[in-house]
């Protein structure tokens, strides 16, 4: 009895013999310990931010975006210039209508409806802001 004690743990120390009971439950115990170190790590990956829609980007403009160039981060050197804003009564979906414009440069005169206005991923162009510049100078007559 006593060499078959010493042959078994002669085997364990060299690695050829099979784990016993209680070295699996030891060693099913690391990974649940750790298990929750993973579950922090995923919980973090899950609270990744949520892409905005146009009006989520747009509400902190002033007159709601209006006069300001948006772009779904996706699309590449497309953009729209914000014309005409229509709310729903939520405040976070609706319809807008704007200039489209291709590596800058504006394609139509005409304002068209912009698609996917309510989808997430987009994003708000800072070259656009409205500036003094902007704005027509009213030009007065002269009284003579």
């Known amino acids: ?79 729209y210039q914000i014309t005409k804003i229509n709310l729903y009564k939520d405040g976070r979906h609706g319809k807008a209508w704007g200039i489209r414009h291709k590596a800058g440069v504006q394609v139509a005169d005409a304002p068209i409806k912009i698609s996917g206005v309510n989808k997430r991923g987009w994003k708000y162009i800072k070259a656009s802001q409205k500036t003094v510049q902007d704005t027509p100078k009213v030009e007065m007559p002269a009284a003579a």
């Open 1 to 79: 009895m006593a060499q078959r004690a010493a042959g078994s743990l002669l085997r364990r120390s060299l690695g050829l013999a099979p784990p016993t009971s209680q070295r699996a439950l030891s060693a099913s115990a690391a990974p649940a310990a750790a298990a929750p170190a993973a579950a922090e790590g995923e919980a973090a990956k899950a609270k990744r931010a949520k892409k905005k829609n146009l009006f989520d980007v747009v509400q902190f403009l002033p007159d709601w975006g209006v006069g300001y160039k948006v772009a779904k981060t996706t699309w590449r050197d497309v953009s």
